[in-house]
């Protein structure tokens, strides 16, 4: 990776990527993309941004050649619940844009890396270790989108050579962005109402446990799969990763440890419930560990740690 293009830079994951991959690979060899011109402009526009639409393909074309982009990390997808609202939309999005990326990087010739989730599995997927190759019959939209992203992309690199790489990301905590309307966002606002409010409402039920991440572990991994060397690559979209895996209840004695008078009840929301009910409660990375060496930094006790230390920071508590 040399000259590098991150649409979507301004959501959960873009905003802490883009200023991981300026760090490592330089300033001005980053280029933060997103329709959004008013997220994040602080991080973003620390070096080169560019407003895209990625269903725009002049601009996009315009922009890979001004900076001889060699690498595209594809970051726009409408969420599990809002995509529920919105299929038709979520469609166009999901998927209308990652066609349209991968014939440009086709034409171009760039590396595209687009994630997955562990919304790509469904209710007849095993839920405990779920492996790398497994059945998947999402029964949300978004996961039909992330099934279908994963087996064009496999198709664009098996058909044209199209260096297209992935990871399944599970759920995504982050002490920089507010969510984005998942159905794990109930372990970000979580930290927010037991530090601002000492009470929380949890939309999910006691028990729906599922795999999570921290944020600089979902960053690593994105850079990580993107440096691996191909020969050792039996697979690329999309490749399962894991951090740590729990349910609301374990969040909530985690972060009682730290402040002991936080409360939580619950007050389930249907349709989340559902989508969760539906996923893995872990998966197995061990692909992901041996063929590019994926190794997770924090656990459920070192995330909670730095989240409330960040976060009280944050919100000057």
């Not at 279908?148 to 920089?176: A, H, M, Q």
């Not at 979580?190 to 939309?203: E, L, M, N, R, S």
């Not at 969760?276 to 190794?295: I, M, R, V």
Request: aromatic share 10%; with cysteine.
């Amino acid at each position: 990776m040399k000259n590098i293009l991150v649409i979507g830079a301004a959501g959960q994951i873009g905003s802490e990527l883009v200023p991981e991959l300026r760090k490592r690979y330089g300033t001005n060899n980053v280029v933060a993309a997103d329709l959004n011109t008013e997220a994040n402009a602080e991080i973003l526009r620390a070096g080169p941004f560019e407003k895209i639409d990625i269903l725009d393909t002049d601009k996009i074309v315009e922009v890979m050649k001004k900076f001889k982009i060699d690498t595209v990390y594809n970051l726009v997808a409408l969420l599990s619940a809002k995509g529920e609202a919105m299929p038709n939309l979520s469609w166009k999005i999901n998927i209308g844009g990652l066609v349209n990326l991968l014939d440009i990087c086709v034409e171009y010739k760039s590396a595209l890396f687009t994630p997955s989730s562990i919304g790509a599995f469904g209710p007849g997927t095993p839920k405990i270790k779920t492996p790398q190759d497994t059945i998947q019959r999402p029964n949300t939209i978004y996961g039909v989108t992330k099934v279908s992203g994963e087996l064009l992309c496999d198709y664009y690199f098996k058909r044209f050579g199209l260096d297209t790489r992935g990871v399944r990301y599970p759920g995504i905590i982050s002490n920089v962005t507010a969510p984005g309307g998942g159905t794990t966002d109930y372990a970000v606002h979580i930290y927010y109402d037991a530090i601002q409010k000492g009470h929380y409402t949890c939309f999910l039920k006691e028990g729906s446990q599922m795999d999570m991440m921290y944020m600089p572990d979902a960053v690593n991994a994105a850079i990580e799969v993107m440096e691996a060397n191909p020969a050792k690559l039996k697979h690329r979209n999309a490749f399962n990763v894991t951090a740590m895996h729990f349910a609301p209840e374990n969040l909530y004695a985690e972060i009682k440890k730290h402040i002991p008078d936080f409360t939580m009840d619950y007050d389930v929301d249907p349709i989340r419930q559902a989508i969760a009910d539906s996923w893995p409660d872990s998966l197995d990375d061990t692909c992901a560990k041996e063929e590019w060496g994926w190794k997770p930094t924090y656990d459920l006790n070192a995330m909670t740690k730095d989240m409330l230390n960040v976060l009280s920071k944050k919100l000057k508590k």
